[in-house]
């Protein structure tokens, strides 16, 4: 967790919180560190009944993002459910917002990186059925098989 979040985290919950007592929290976000989280979660998003707002990280992505027909948002933002490719759950840190994690692509080369970055997900998609079978031994219980490449654009 960057040093940031203990600056981050007390003032995005009091923000958070008066948000939802005025009933105005965004019902989903997409968070977009760059282009190619855009590509990751296209079709996922694709599939979701609820509308998504995305969110772009900085000004590249958010020009991306416009060039693709999409108006983003910056942060802040207040959710109640946030779509992720990435370990950013630090950016929201409120326990009440769902957030849900994606891993892309032939990831068997690589080693899962530490329990502790899984565990703020309510539910984080893998690649294969293995792979959730070989987070499971690590000790990761909200993991789930998504499929690969069927729901994965950038490979």
């Excluded at 590509?39 to 990280?57: F, G, N, Q, S």
């Excluded at 929201?92 to 849900?100: D, E, G, L």
Aim: charged residues 25%.
């Amino acid at each position: 967790m960057p040093l940031m979040s203990f600056f981050y985290r007390l003032p995005y919950r009091f923000f958070w919180r008066i948000s939802k007592s005025r009933k105005k929290l965004i019902p989903c976000i997409v968070y977009c560190a760059d282009p190619l989280d855009y590509t990751i979660l296209e079709p996922v998003v694709r599939h979701l009944d609820t509308v998504c707002i995305y969110v772009a990280k900085n000004r590249h992505t958010e020009a991306f993002l416009r060039k693709k027909g999409i108006v983003p948002r910056r942060m802040p933002v207040f959710p109640e459910m946030v779509l992720m490719a990435r370990h950013s759950t630090w950016k929201f840190p409120v326990p009440a917002i769902r957030k849900y994690g994606f891993r892309h692509g032939p990831y068997h080369f690589k080693t899962f990186t530490s329990v502790r970055n899984y565990r703020p997900f309510t539910l984080y998609f893998l690649t294969s059925q293995a792979e959730a079978t070989e987070a499971r031994k690590m000790g990761l219980t909200n993991v789930a098989a998504a499929g690969y490449p069927r729901l994965d654009p950038a490979f």
